[in-house]
Nanobody, 122 residues
Framework: QLQASGGGLVQPGGSLRLSCAVS????????MAWYRQAPGKQREFVAL???????QYENSVRGRFIISRDNAENTVALQMNYLKPEDTAVYYC??????????????????WGQGTLVTVSS
């Protein structure tokens, strides 16, 4: 239900753009976010955008990464600039959704994408 794309190999200081789309029968999408998991580490929060456009960023990416969403298309993107080797990780998109038949009842779910690898190396 979440399909992410855009990872790859980039040199330090370079840029990459990740994209993620929600698919399937969805009533509504709540917060959309990106997480990442570096080798040997736990998954960590990167950025989030609410349906109203409020954004949050992890301290180490604030000012370098930009999250943006298209509510009409149920997509979310992560523009990553000035990438550093420590940004190397598998990046996962995440969305809180409501699903259900027309008129309800609706069920809240937490969707995760399959992960896309970002490698920052010279």
């Amino acid at each position: 239900q979440l399909q992410a794309s855009g990872g790859g190999l980039v040199q330090p200081g370079g840029s990459l753009r990740l994209s993620c789309a929600v698919s399937g029968t969805i009533f509504s999408v709540n917060d959309m976010a990106w997480y990442r998991q570096a080798p040997g580490k736990q998954r960590e929060f990167v950025a989030l955008e609410s349906p109203s456009g409020t954004t949050q960023y992890e301290n180490s990416v604030r000012g370098r990464f930009i999250i943006s969403r298209d509510n009409a298309e149920n997509t979310v993107a992560l523009q990553m600039n000035y990438l550093k080797p420590e940004d190397t990780a598998v990046y996962y998109c995440n969305a809180g959704v409501l699903t259900g038949p027309p008129g309800g009842p609706y069920t809240p779910s937490n969707y995760w994408g399959q992960g896309t690898l970002v490698t920052v190396s010279s």
